[in-house]
């Protein structure tokens, strides 16, 4: 092939000369040109669900592209998006009326944000602060960068950064102090909303929290009259164990984000889910009120259909009884973990595992991760480890036998690469 022109995301091309060519995609596989295949452990960057190509929602999109393609969703609107529409709202925890489309992650957190800004302004007592939680991350453009963790990946950025205010990651045995700082934040009433990756801080490490300290949280923004965003671009459709995290604490959030899985990992789509009360902020004959926000493919009609495939696919497959099945796989296949001296920090939440690497550097730019990438995909295996933190986050039809090759490379990776104390 001719010198490619293209720009690979969050690649360095110096140290990254040659980028293997995908010709096919199937179920947990991707298929090279040279007829080999690759284990996708981590589901293309978290989205794909079921599966590769899961034939109805690659069906659904055939169908629908033979009648709509992108069509101005102002002033307009068509049946893939109204049908999906109810069908989150039917989804989503009690009290989240009112979807507003978008088509990334990134994007379905700027629309919140500008939402919770927008509702504060509209009922005439503005509040623009927003609260976040260490160690986050809620998608690379300006905004989403300004309510993540800064560090090495937006370090160039940081001047255009707005200021939050960030309460601690509820660490192990130190819960109390998140939600007590929390509280002291909150006292001045100047905190538009809280935005949260709930259970699950994905590109932060795969650091888990237990639910209890959630529902916590949302008992503190109902008292302060905070809003609570929910990102769940990563944590929904099953992830982390029930369609969305929120369920495992009993909350309803004001706002919920969702992305990633929402199309069962086949086209980009986002949602951006609110109560009505938010909505009702911005119902007016006033058209200052109106929510000032659009992006050009909003509601693609493929990409709703493709995602109304994924909710048929939800209620008629078992999908339940599959993440149930490969949560317990990942808990026991971590269990064999727990006393290998080289590891450390063994953890699941739903179908997701994670388990640090002892090594003598951490953090995303450890020299140790783009050499464990080479050596799980020298084994045919896509693992991405974020610094030294190994995880799997595979589609939902791995197989058993899938994931134990995946913790034999694992153990030996851990021979190979790890220190012991
Ligand atoms: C991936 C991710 C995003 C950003 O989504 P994009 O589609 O990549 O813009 C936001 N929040 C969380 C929790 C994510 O994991």
């Not at 199937?26 to 599966?51: C, F, M, N």
């Not at 200021?163 to 130190?174: L, Q, Y």
């Not at 991405?384 to 490379?409: F, H, K, M, Q, S």
Request: net charge negative; hydrophobic share 45%.
């Amino acid at each position: 092939m001719a010198q490619s022109r293209v720009w690979h995301p969050f690649t360095q091309h110096a140290l990254e000369p040659s980028i293997p060519e995908i010709v096919l995609t199937e179920g947990a596989y991707l298929h090279k040109a040279d007829g080999s295949r690759i284990l996708d452990a981590i589901s293309s960057w978290w989205v794909v669900t079921h599966g590769h190509r899961h034939p109805r929602i690659m069906k659904a999109i055939e169908t629908t592209a033979s009648n709509l393609d992108q069509i101005i969703f102002a002033g307009f609107t068509h049946e893939p998006a109204e049908r999906l529409a109810e069908a989150l709202v039917g989804l989503a925890p009690a009290g989240l009326d009112r979807v507003f489309y978008s088509d990334s992650g990134s994007t379905s957190i700027e629309v919140a944000l500008k939402m919770a800004l927008g509702y504060f302004r509209n009922i005439g007592a503005p509040r623009s602060r927003i609260v976040v939680m260490e160690h986050s991350y809620h998608g690379d453009t300006i905004g989403a960068m300004s309510v993540g963790a800064r560090g090495v990946f937006n370090a160039a950025y940081e001047p255009l950064l707005f200021e939050v205010d960030t309460i601690p990651f509820p660490a192990a045995g130190r819960e109390q102090e998140t939600l007590d700082r929390f509280e002291a934040l909150s006292r001045d009433r100047r905190a538009a909303a809280l935005i949260v990756e709930p259970l699950v801080l994905g590109a932060g490490g795969m650091l888990m929290y237990p639910a209890w300290v959630l529902t916590e949280l949302k008992r503190i923004t109902e008292a302060a009259g905070t809003l609570l965003i929910a990102d769940e671009v990563m944590t929904g459709w099953g992830r982390t164990g029930t369609m969305f995290a929120c369920e495992q604490a009993s909350v309803s959030p004001d706002i919920l984000c969702t992305s990633k899985g929402l199309t069962g990992g086949t086209i980009p789509l986002a949602a951006t889910i609110a109560t009505d009360a938010i909505f009702q902020a911005h119902y007016s004959e006033d058209r200052k009120k109106t929510f000032f926000h659009s992006s050009s493919y909003t509601a693609n009609p493929i990409a709703c259909a493709a995602a109304l495939a994924n909710v048929e696919i939800w209620h008629d497959e078992p999908v339940a009884d599959r993440i149930a099945a490969l949560s317990e796989r990942q808990a026991a296949g971590l269990r064999r973990f727990r006393d290998n001296p080289r590891f450390t920090d063994c953890r699941t939440t739903g179908t997701i595992a994670a388990l640090d690497l002892r090594t003598g550097s951490a953090g995303y730019l450890a020299e140790i991760g783009p050499k464990l990438r080479a050596f799980f995909l020298e084994r045919g295996l896509l693992v991405r480890p974020l610094g030294n933190v190994l995880y799997l986050l595979p589609p939902y039809c791995i197989t058993g036998n899938e994931l134990d090759g995946l913790y034999d490379a694992i153990e030996e990776a851990g021979e190979r690469f790890g220190s012991k104390p």
